[in-house]
């Protein structure tokens, strides 16, 4: 059964949203603005196709991720993906100029992405998954170290300078980190896993149930979360019981190496000056496998998701042929622009300009997203 | 300002009491006024929004972050599916997730399943291997059982008085459910003070109450 309307409009596919003039300019305009920033710094910008062979985009991690991707089945019958995000396809493109001698790559990119989801649009936009939004990012490949995870995050915070958005918050963390110093108290390579998730989730409740459970047994302290919370490179080092305990076993060698990796980094951020807009929460573990160094988020008001992601992954590029580090980010652009109008930037041009032949409105009536012909 | 989801009805009643024993503002007339929307304000901590909501809403709200911070139990949370940080176990509003149905079904394959979480009712039952039909229904589950619409309910039991009365029995349980504090994302990093505040206020009153029992 349904409602005795006449159907007379195409229908827009699920998710999908459409973007009138004043909003579409706004849109441009802030993907230049970004993209001349980067220019700016020496990245220059890329474009490629929209799909993706599906085993490209599986390199190098792990087949859950690939839940939520797009996938068809192209004309030769293999399965390809509308890209999901943008390194992958840069990680391919770069892999052959590395291997043929180019020692260093820096390129941005400003592109559509997808994901399959049954968020609304506009909404997800500011604060879910959306099934189709716009990133705007930099990978910077063949450099690692402290100093070029530095840059990068000065370029990040550049970036947000420029665009005069105010009040975010950039959050820091390690990839390898919060796995080895778990694993390092203890406790079983399974039991790190599904705490590993636990911390991907924001699950606290069920990470600390999981503690309690094994607590006992393997003499991990109950509040290992709290100790790992309270861990930051900015103001102090490990506790030198810490110290040598880890120094005794090999994840704890490797938890010593990422901290040192990040008091490295913490030090250089502080000379420069950009560890004021930095918080580092050594619990903060982002959903991507291929990460091995500096994860970061960038945060603001209005924006009830991350409006940047980035991080180290070098250990990608091997899996597409040349070994090379690499770091990145990216940011999202409808999310930033939510955040840097509060939201306005989706009521501004609703209407198309010459709506004579749709439903007649009210003279000041506002037409808010998702109510499109349901005035009246 | 912090926005504070609250599923409505028994999650809020049994949270709330825990909420003023914290030391945590709450609005006079939350109990009593068919308001949806309520403000009090925080010394410190600037005003306190409060939403009463749908217990299926709350992890919308929080999620999309028109509410910061939300209460509500752990069944609709796992069912929604929603990305937010779930901070704390209030340990309130306790019940479980159960599969119950007449007792004649008891060693018969599960063939029709009424429930008011499809997804976790799918989830559970393909992890047993089974091939069931979910039924969605959006209350008085154990009506589907009794008039024969499914041969399983799952279902959340409280006491199970509703079961016994109707005949029926909890063949498993699957869960046990209790209220959580859940935060968006952005909000947990950009209103850190004010939810923690709130957090760790909550832990304290928790842990003084298991010492107490």
Redesign the interface.
């Known amino acids: 059964m349904s409602i005795d309307i006449q159907q007379r409009w195409a229908d827009r596919p699920l998710g999908m949203r459409d973007v009138y003039p004043q909003q579409a300019r706004r849109r441009r305009q802030l993907e230049s603005r970004l993209l001349r920033v980067f220019e700016h710094s020496g990245f220059e910008m890329v474009s490629c196709g929209l799909l993706e062979y599906v085993d490209t985009l599986l390199r190098g991690r792990a087949s859950s991720e690939a839940e939520d991707w797009l996938r068809m089945v192209d004309a030769t019958g293999r399965t390809v993906v509308l890209r999901p995000e943008m390194t992958p396809s840069i990680a391919r493109m770069a892999a052959p100029l590395l291997a043929a001698g180019t020692r260093e790559i820096r390129w941005s990119y400003a592109e559509r992405v997808y994901r399959r989801t049954n968020d609304p649009a506009s ?1 997800s936009w ?4 959306a099934a189709e939004s716009t990133q705007v990012g930099v990978e910077w490949i063949g450099q690692s170290g402290a100093d070029a995870d530095a840059d990068l995050i000065a370029l990040c915070q550049t970036a947000l300078a420029a665009l005069g958005l105010e ?3 950039m ?1 820091a963390s390690h990839a390898v980190f919060a796995p080895a110093f778990l694993e390092a108290h203890g406790l079983q390579a399974e039991t790190v896993e599904s705490l590993t998730l636990c911390l991907a ?6 990470f ?2 999981v503690v309690g459970a094994v607590s006992a047994a393997t003499g991990v302290p109950q509040d290992v979360l709290d100790q790992l919370s309270a861990l930051n490179p900015l103001d102090a080092d490990l506790p030198e019981a810490l110290q040598r305990r880890f120094g005794a076993s090999e994840p704890g060698r490797r938890a010593l190496r990422a901290w040192g990796e990040l008091r490295e980094l913490a030090a250089v951020l502080r000379r420069r000056g950009l560890a004021d807009r930095v918080s580092f929460d050594l619990t903060l573990v982002r959903d991507l496998t291929y990460y091995t160094g500096l994860v970061f ?1 960038v ?8 409006i940047a992601l980035g991080g180290r992954y070098d250990d990608l590029l091997v899996q597409f042929g040349t070994p090379a580090p690499a770091i990145g980010f990216a940011f999202e652009a409808e999310r930033l622009l939510t955040a840097l109008t509060e939201g306005d930037w989706l009521h501004a041009a609703d209407e198309p300009a010459d709506s004579g032949d749709l439903v007649a409105r009210r003279p000041g009536a506002t037409n808010r997203p998702g109510e499109e012909g349901s005035a009246c | 300002m912090l926005t504070i989801a609250l599923a409505k009805g028994r999650t809020a009643d049994d949270v709330v009491p825990r909420w003023r024993r914290a030391g945590l503002p709450v609005p006079v007339d939350l109990d009593d006024s068919r308001a949806l929307v309520f403000e009090v304000d925080a010394p410190a901590h600037g005003p306190l929004r409060f939403l009463l909501a749908k217990p299926a809403d709350v992890p919308t709200y929080v ?4 509410a910061d911070i939300g209460v509500v139990g752990k069944d609709v949370l796992l069912e929604s599916g929603r ?7 209030l340990r309130a509003a306790r019940c479980r997730l159960c599969v119950a149905g007449r007792p004649e079904e008891r060693d018969r394959r599960p063939r029709r399943v009424a429930t008011k979480y499809p997804r976790l009712a799918d989830q559970y039952f393909r992890s047993l291997g089974v091939a069931v039909e979910t039924i969605p229904l959006s209350g008085s589950i154990e009506l589907a059982a009794v008039i024969g619409l499914a041969d399983r309910i799952f279902d959340l039991v409280q006491t199970g008085a509703t079961l016994a009365a109707n005949g029926l029995v909890v063949f498993d349980e699957v869960l046990d459910v209790s209220a ?1 504090l859940i ?8 209103k850190r003070q004010g939810i923690q505040w709130i957090a760790d206020r909550l832990a304290e009153t928790l842990a003084e109450e298991a010492v107490e029992s």
């Open positions: 909404l500011a604060s879910g998954k009040g975010w918050q959050v989730r924001g699950d606290y409740v069920g600390r149930a988020e945060f603001a008001p209005g924006a009830g998701a991350p | 999620s999309f972050g028109v990305e937010v940080y779930e901070l704390l176990d959580r935060a968006n994302r952005s909000s947990y990093r950009t």
